[in-house]
């Protein structure tokens, strides 16, 4: 998954009107989002960025796109089904230098360091086809736009995980307080993964309780098996990271198993060091 990749999968999600917070409408929207990706396979290749932009892109305080997709906005808790107001796109959602930039780049080099052990993470690792000489890793800072004066940031990398010849991916998306995000576990919402395909479990991690859902997708995705881990800090800021056994458009096979246990991929996404200050 490269930088074109996110871009294409992101930017397109940027808001303006956003829908009620029920599950009905947001994966209704992930679905038609979804079709759109299978049709649109030449500009996305890995299942978390079709799974996030299906889906998952709904924890940002995002709205209405110009392909139709509506992601769920920020709201009060006063108020759980409606809005606080409508989130004010900016035209230069992604940061490509400063803070938020640095943010990115500081969520990617973690996401390498809390790579499981035996595990590689190339940077010179390219993709295949009509990604030939593209990056597989990435990270990206976008703006999800401004809700009551807050500017709302999204923060996304992504590394291939190489054991021999086989090839996984691992990814981490964070989203800053002030995203319309309930509950904790299986309960939060909404989440980055399809809830209609997903087994959702729930991991301790030191007392905090941690969402660990296992999604397999339709076969007529091409999408490998994937593994998701959720949770909500005290903040409000939300961290999802995403496991699978293979990598799109690498080249290579897949990985014979996960690459990490659900507590190890829980624990990762209560690690602060992917929480990018």
Not at 225 to 230: E, F, I, L, N, R
Request: proline share 8%; hydrophobic share 40%.
């Amino acid at each position: 998954m490269d930088e074109r990749e996110l871009r294409t999968a992101m930017d397109d999600a940027v808001a303006v009107a956003p829908p009620p917070m029920t599950e009905g409408p947001v994966l209704m929207a992930g679905r038609q989002a979804l079709k759109r990706r299978r049709a649109l396979r030449a500009s996305t290749a890995s299942a978390a960025v079709v799974a996030i932009t299906a889906v998952g892109v709904a924890v940002l305080a995002s709205g209405q796109g110009h392909n139709g997709f509506a992601p769920v906005g920020a709201k009060p808790s006063a108020v759980p089904d409606t809005v606080a107001s409508s989130p004010t796109a900016r035209p230069d959602a992604t940061a490509t230098s400063g803070p938020h930039h640095d943010r990115a780049a500081a969520l990617a080099a973690a996401l390498s360091d809390l790579a499981p052990d035996g595990f590689g993470t190339p940077d010179d690792l390219k993709g295949t086809g009509d990604f030939a000489n593209r990056p597989l890793k990435s990270h990206k800072a976008m703006s999800a736009g401004t809700v009551n004066g807050t500017e709302l940031w999204q923060y996304a990398a992504g590394t291939p995980l190489t054991k021999g010849a086989a090839v996984g991916e691992l990814v981490a998306t964070v989203h800053s307080p002030g995203s319309a995000t309930t509950g904790e576990g299986c309960g939060l919402k909404p989440t980055a993964w399809d809830s209609s395909l997903a087994h959702c479990t729930e991991v301790n991690v030191s007392g905090k309780t941690v969402a660990v859902a296992s999604v397999t997708y339709p076969a007529v995705d091409g999408l490998p098996p994937s593994q998701w881990a959720g949770y909500r800090h005290a903040d409000g800021t939300v961290v999802f990271v995403m496991q699978s056994t293979g990598m799109a458009r690498s080249g290579r096979p897949a990985l014979a198993v996960m690459p990490m246990t659900d507590q190890q991929l829980a624990a990762l996404a209560v690690d602060p060091r992917l929480s990018p200050r």
